[in-house]
């Protein structure tokens, strides 16, 4: 079971800032040189308007979806299957199907399940176990009983205990919780509605991620009983997967940035270079992992603390400072004064221009991972499927 992170969307565009343009100035006086000037303008206008060539039409979506499953491993089974999941996610999402955004979406699911819907995932059985006695024992409640309950029939017929001791995935351990907390009284004192199971699908994404987003826009499909159950369908779990990578503004130089803010949270990669200007300006050491406030406490983090320290050179409050850092998670935090002033700040220490967005350096942590790994590795493995396809489709 993965830990929940906060949940990188297509490219942040330009607009012209500032107080509108005046109207163009019409001459006044000779009403003959006023109507040979007017004349003039209107031919010119018309032949602007005959040499501007149209834009490349949109693409098909018969076109697109033969893309994918040109792009996708040839070992997949049901590519046609996929591409029309895939193709249906980024056109209900409004982002581009770019080759680079359908070559981003590939590599992560195969990263993460190797294009499986509900992939299996070793030694589950004890995984669920353990999280179940750990919880009895932050209740305090004797394993006996646990194990009683346990021993009860569930719904589909079988006892608790069967069904742990046959769990293959994610899917299927997340039904015996949801059984768990609704039909056992020990298991709503276990549990309170709290679901263990909080990442799962083709593309591990995060269940309370795929349950806002369908809050915040519509979801395009008739959900099963609960978005929940939509993660780990193919359909659920590429939609909202490509929520999670693509569908926020980012003015990251290289996708691999936000290979890094899916495995790590929001702006993680943005985060974590800010973070690094904080650094170097106050000289206080901190972790660059992206959060910029803490999450679990009202009180101040190590990041926070540093940037108050520079708060001479930056003429900020604790609580403007404070306001400020909370925007981490939105795009708005790179026009804040804070996060201009801190790099100003940083540059003219070190008399170089410092990187925007840089990988996090986050330990993994997870029951499923019995290895060392981190959020570096991930964003780097999945990069390197990223370039695979790029190549294969000669961009």
Known sequence: MSPVVPADRSGMGW??????????????????????????????????????????????????????????????????GWA??????FASLGIEPT??????????????????????VPNLPAI?????????QQHDIPLFLVHAALRMDSPDGRSYDERLAAVRTEQDMSRIYEDFIGSVPLGRKLFANDNPVRTGGPMQVGVAFAESEAHARSYPYAAKPAIRHEVFTRRGGVYFGIAHLLGYPASYPRMIYRFADYNAGLYASRNAAFQQAVALASGIPIPLDGDLVRYDSKQAGTTELAVRSLAPSLGQSPAEIHRALEKGEDAGFEKTALYRQVFDLAERMQR???????????????PKI??????????????????????????
Not at 128 to 136: D, K, L, N, S, V
């Open 352 to 366: 170089k221009a410092l990187p925007r967005a840089m990988l996090p350096r986050i330990a993994l942590e997870s």
């Open 99 to 120: 080759t680079q955004n359908l070559c981003a979406t590939l590599a992560v699911a195969e990263q993460e399940s190797n294009f499986t819907v509900d992939p299996a």
């Open 84 to 89: 029309v999941d895939i193709y249906a996610a």
């Open 15 to 80: 607009v012209r800032t500032g107080p509108p343009r005046p109207p163009p100035r019409i001459p006044r006086g000779n009403p003959a040189r006023t109507g040979a000037w007017f004349a003039a303008t209107c031919a010119l206008a018309l032949l602007l308007a005959s040499c501007t060539e149209p834009g490349p039409p949109p693409r098909r979506p018969e076109d697109v979806r033969a893309q994918i499953v040109r792009l996708m491993p040839a070992t997949v089974r049901d590519r046609k």
């Open 128 to 136: 669920a176990r353990a999280e179940i006695e750990r919880r009895a």
């Open 370 to 395: 019995t290895r060392k790994l981190s959020t570096e590795w991930f964003a780097k493995r999945v990069d390197e499927r990223f370039q695979r396809c790029m190549a294969k489709s000669g961009g």
